[in-house]
């Protein structure tokens, strides 16, 4: 097993909650604004150090960066509410159901893969695991 995805979902918990904090203290507008232009400060860095040109980019690839404020608004109000790990178990969901959409119908150009039994069962069993979170 590749240990990438689990430092990333590491990171992201980390990241989701330094934000909502950041958002507490500074309101959401000035926390979303904070933490884009650190993050465009260090992808231009990045940038120059990899000696990389933007000339490869498609108008459409920058309506990620419009998810990306959108979402980390969001979960900046939520985990607010909802608290890390119940935040983090629900967009984990709705990401496991999305990506298998992507993934059965080749949506942005993925190729595309079988929807199996074992799929369904283990979604299920992630949907229960969070049920028990939300009424423990």
């Not at 498609?58 to 890390?84: A, D, E, Q, S, T």
């Amino acid at each position: 097993m590749n240990i990438i995805p689990l430092l990333i979902g590491s990171l992201v918990t980390i990241m989701l909650t330094l934000n909502s904090m950041l958002s507490q203290t500074y309101g959401n507008l000035l926390a979303l604004l904070i933490i884009h232009i650190i993050g465009l400060i260090v992808a231009i860095i990045i940038k120059i150090i990899k000696k990389e040109k933007f000339d490869k980019l498609h108008r459409y690839f920058f309506l990620g960066g419009i998810v990306g404020l959108v979402l980390i608004g969001l979960n900046n109000l939520v985990l607010l509410k909802l608290g890390p790990s119940l935040t983090v178990a629900t967009t984990l969901i709705a990401q496991i159901i999305f990506s298998t959409v992507i993934d059965y119908f080749g949506f942005f150009g993925f190729e595309k893969k079988k929807f199996d039994k074992k799929k369904i069962e283990s979604i299920l069993i992630i949907f229960i695991g969070i049920v028990f979170l939300i009424f423990q």
